[in-house]
């Protein structure tokens, strides 16, 4: 893991990524990870044009100064790749754009790409996850096909994240906040906007708002903000 022992920074977007709303977000990002490239990967997105994600993503983060590199990790044999691995695990920032996070987590579960993102993360690299990938970080993981919750990676357990939380259909939002396990706390985050948990604890930053659920009530968040009631 090279000099860098302190763990990194933890990005939960809740989708929306790489637009106007989320550049002073990425700035920040870019400048906390001392990176000049960000290393996408653009698995969830395998089966809705994935080129196109690290087109936009080149496109995006250039006028911030950093470069891109996306990884062709679409399928389970490529989360299986020691080169691939070896690539993550020393970045010093990976972001996960959005999509399936069924098909993602089919993808990354116990996988040597999974191990490298981890080993990046934990050696202070910043790791980014929008959407799909945001929700399927944490476990339990919010299911995209009812708003009920199946089982996530968990890099951070007790935790949910209900991405597009202004924007999402009522009946969605209101079911997961329905059926949360007594145990987690749920995180509806917006769009453009990230829950961030760094070596300092957790904090917002973005353009939205972050909602935190838990069974004693519901508390709205802004950037600058320090959530209370979120697990370590």
């Known amino acids: 893991m090279g000099a860098r022992r302190t763990a990194g920074s933890l990005v939960l977007v809740g989708g929306g990524e790489w637009g106007p709303g989320a550049r002073d977000l990425d700035a920040e990002l870019l400048e906390r990870s001392g990176a000049k490239e960000v290393v996408v990967l653009p698995t969830a997105a395998a089966f809705e044009h994935p080129e196109r994600v690290g087109e936009r993503a080149a496109a995006y983060f250039e006028p911030l100064g950093a470069s891109v590199r996306a990884l062709p990790v679409l399928h389970r044999t490529e989360a299986e790749d020691a080169e691939i691995a070896a690539t993550v695990r020393k970045a010093k920032f990976v972001y996960l754009a959005d999509g399936s996070p069924l098909h993602l987590r089919s993808v990354l579960k116990e996988s040597a790409l999974f191990a490298a993102l981890l080993a990046a ?28 919750y199946t089982v996530g990676l968990g890099v951070v357990k007790n935790l949910a994240v ?19 396990p007594r145990n987690a706390v749920l995180a509806g985050v ?28 519901t508390t709205t968040y802004s950037a600058g903000d320090t959530p209370e009631g979120l697990p370590a």
């Open 121 to 148: 993360y934990q050696g202070g690299a910043v790791v980014a996850a929008s959407g799909a990938g945001a929700t399927l970080l944490c476990d339990p993981m919010v299911d995209p096909r009812g708003g009920a």
């Open 162 to 180: 209900f991405p597009y939380h202004g924007t999402a259909a009522a009946h969605l939002r209101e079911r997961s906040i329905d059926l949360l």
């Open 190 to 217: 917006d769009e453009a906007t990230a829950l961030l948990k760094g070596p300092d604890g957790w904090s917002i930053a973005g353009g939205g708002t972050v909602t935190i659920y838990t069974g004693d009530g």
